[in-house]
């Protein structure tokens, strides 16, 4: 699976973005898809994900209420719709697809459980 995320760049706090992962090689309905970010000095960590049907979504608590994932089977893509934006979400954001069958109610944010990622796309927040 090739992954290719876009929809980043420079926005001021409140304002919003959307980012998109395009898969190919793969239909990404087959696959379980996570957003990550890691902040400049920080560890990569968990921003949300979604399952294969749509009906299992999870999000970090730092991103909740205000990002929303989402998936568009027939385009290959997922979504990451990102409101209210505050200088502390500036980071590089990467997707990632997981191929696995097990349980993703409780491996979604592990990094290790995703075999692709994207190339990453840099959001900036501006105060």
């Known amino acids: 699976v090739q992954l290719q995320a876009s929809g980043g760049g420079l926005v001021q706090a409140g304002g919003s973005l959307r980012l998109s992962c395009a898969a190919s090689?793969?239909?990404?309905?087959?696959?379980?898809m996570g957003w990550f970010r890691q902040a400049p000095g920080k560890e990569r960590e968990f921003a949300a994900g979604?399952?294969?049907?749509?009906?299992?979504?999870y999000y970090a608590d730092s991103v909740k209420g205000r990002f929303t994932i989402s998936r568009d089977n027939a385009k290959d893509t997922v979504y990451l719709q990102m409101n209210s934006l505050k200088p502390e979400d500036t980071a590089v954001y990467y997707c990632?697809?997981?191929?696995?069958?097990?349980?993703?109610?409780?491996?979604?944010?592990?990094?290790?459980?995703?075999?692709?990622w994207g190339q990453g796309t840099q959001v900036t927040v501006s105060s």
């Open positions: 979604i399952n294969r049907n749509g009906l299992q979504i």
């Open positions: 090689g793969r239909t990404v309905s087959s696959v379980r």
């Open positions: 990632a697809a997981d191929t696995g069958l097990g349980s993703y109610s409780s491996s979604y944010p592990k990094e290790s459980v995703y075999d692709y």
